[in-house]
């Protein structure tokens, strides 16, 4: 009864804010209301990145490009994630963003109804920009929302520039910020500001999928490692050259991307783990020796026809064959 009322709430709501839209469609920042609400739902989170706003103290035009070139410079992020780039419309060569709290909301509610996404917007104020982030559908709230907001960072952009670089963090699980003085750092702005940001989004993708049972992305680690920018410590999460990780790293994102939803990994007797997978009625256990993929995976199927057991041995495994392969069979 809860569910159903929740549900109901959600499509009035879904409904209402699309009619609003649709009346000011001049107004809206990716021009025609409801664009990504008819995509497939995929379990990779949507990543939205707002130019800053018109007139504002921007660092440099380009903003949210240089954002998306960072997060690019993570392999595997299309793994992980969907950077919706050219998302945004022009008038008269200036493109329009996302206003606020308010409006990041309204396009949560619209567009990403069935999938989670990362809504990235600025503000301005007197010395520079406010990064803010709202987070749709990636994390359990405790009324049952659409998402919520979260201040990024305030960046000073026109302070000393003689100045010490100065960085005041927050006592948060993510990586935020109550201030960061860029004009001592002796670069561009928009260099510190974009490697900020992607920071912070690669970071809550991270804790994401680690939520949804995928160890060990590395997208923090992949990220920044090559410009020697350290992140913090447990940003990976897993031995870095472990076979057996790197394996089931790549094991679960194809998982994920073909639709699987994943319950818990689990530690069994001996040296094996058990990665259960679901999709429509069907679930998945999959029991894995240390040495996979060189020895063959324990499947357990349970479906409406009840348990069975898919022996997987001799010829029929290969350590180049993928579980994939036999979740697809099986679901």
Do not use: C
Not at 32 to 43: N, Q, T
Not at 99 to 109: F, K, L, N, S, W
Not at 214 to 241: E, I, K, N, Q, W
């Amino acid at each position: 009864m809860v569910l159903t009322q929740s549900l109901l709430r959600d499509q009035h709501e879904q409904s209402m804010v699309l009619e609003r839209l649709r009346v000011q469609a001049r107004h809206y920042p990716l021009g025609e209301p409801g664009r990504f609400r008819e995509s497939a739902y995929s379990p990779r989170p949507a990543i939205l990145i707002s130019p800053p706003p018109g007139g504002t103290l921007s660092p440099q035009p380009g903003l949210d490009e240089l954002v998306y070139d960072r997060l690019r410079d993570a392999p595997r992020i299309s793994q992980h994630a969907e950077l919706l780039t050219g998302a945004f419309v022009w008038d008269s060569r200036v493109p329009r963003a996302v206003q606020g709290a308010v409006g990041a909301r309204e396009i949560a509610a619209v567009e990403f109804t069935s999938r989670p996404a990362i809504l990235v917007y600025f503000e301005r104020h007197a010395d520079g920009l406010t990064a803010f982030a709202y987070v749709a559908r990636m994390f359990a709230t405790t009324d049952g929302d659409w998402g919520f907001p979260l201040r990024i960072a305030k960046f000073i952009i026109h302070g000393d520039s003689r100045a010490e670089p100065t960085a005041a963090p927050l006592d948060t699980d993510l990586p935020t910020w109550k201030l960061i003085d860029v004009s001592g750092f002796g670069t561009a702005a928009g260099e510190v500001i974009a490697a900020v940001v992607s920071w912070f989004v690669l970071s809550t993708l991270d804790t994401y999928w680690l939520l949804q049972g995928v160890p060990g992305t590395r997208l923090l680690a992949s990220a920044f490692g090559a410009a020697g920018v350290a992140p913090g410590s447990g940003a990976d999460g897993a031995p870095a050259g472990d076979p057996f990780i790197e394996r089931l790293e790549k094991e679960m994102a194809g998982l994920a991307l073909a639709g699987f939803e994943f319950g818990e990994v689990l530690p069994l007797d001996g040296d094996q783990v058990a990665l259960v997978v679901s999709r429509n009625d069907q679930t998945i256990a999959f029991g894995l020796q240390d040495d996979f993929p060189a020895s063959p995976p324990t499947v357990l199927a349970f479906g409406a026809d009840g348990p069975e057991r898919l022996d997987v041995n001799g010829p029929d495994w290969t350590p180049d064959r993928r579980l994939l392969e036999i979740a697809e069979a099986l679901a």
